[in-house]
């Protein structure tokens, strides 16, 4: 779906940010790119849909390279990225009509936007409120919104880039949880996020270190590697961890809700 062969990328400050990476993100898949601020991830990400192009090696998207001008456009469709900040992605006065905003711009048919946009706002939850204001609706809401956006573009592949970091902890999992159902119903997601936490329900988590790749594989055996080079694993992971192995909350349950039922 999308591979970067031997990438690394020097802004034109001459600053060097990623260095040879090599990624291969398959079909259907859930991966979780996780690293402190500043590792990378978001010029990483940016150059899974083109919006960034490497100084070297080459970058794929479903067989597209992300170098040549012709593709750029279908690359663009076929990967949708969400982003941090829910007021920056705003563009209509009302959830339809900003929902709608993609859609109507690809010129399509009236009754294909109108379903795209009823579907859309159903897988984030927001029914009933379609009419309602941007300006009124809370931050969580909006980010809902704008992943109903990017929904309605239908695109194959979804990129998160830190999006529940401006959330409060309901609507963070909310959020959560509204990825993860996507997932699901067969959405490839790729998931960026600085919180260990949040990296748990990924197939696969890709551990960024001051732009180059300190780890990948399965969500517990990354963190093993964490706590095994001496930086903390936080506690109430590790607390998460063991109740799940025995078998007190469920491995299917967001581990910060679980915990705080029993606080
Ligand atoms: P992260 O998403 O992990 O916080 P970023 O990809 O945003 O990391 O940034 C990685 C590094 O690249 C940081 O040192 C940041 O200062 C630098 N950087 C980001 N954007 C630019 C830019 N436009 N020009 C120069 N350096 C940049």
Redesign the pocket.
Known sequence: MIELKGVSYI???G?K?LEEIDIRIEKGSFTTIL??????????IRHMNGLLKPSVGVVSVCGMDTASSTDIWEIRQTVGMVFQDPHSQAVGATVEEDVAFGPENLALENDEIRIRVTNAIANVGLEGLEGYLLMYLSGGQLQKTAIAGVLAMAPEILIFDEVTSMLDSDSRSQIIDIVRQLNKRGKTVVY?THHMEEALFADRVIL?EN?SIESDGAPRDVFREIDASGRKVPPHLELAFRLQDAGMISPDVFPMDALSLKE
């Open positions: 802004y034109p400050n600053n940010v690293g402190d601020n500043g590792s990378g991830k978001s010029t990483l960026v960024l732009g």
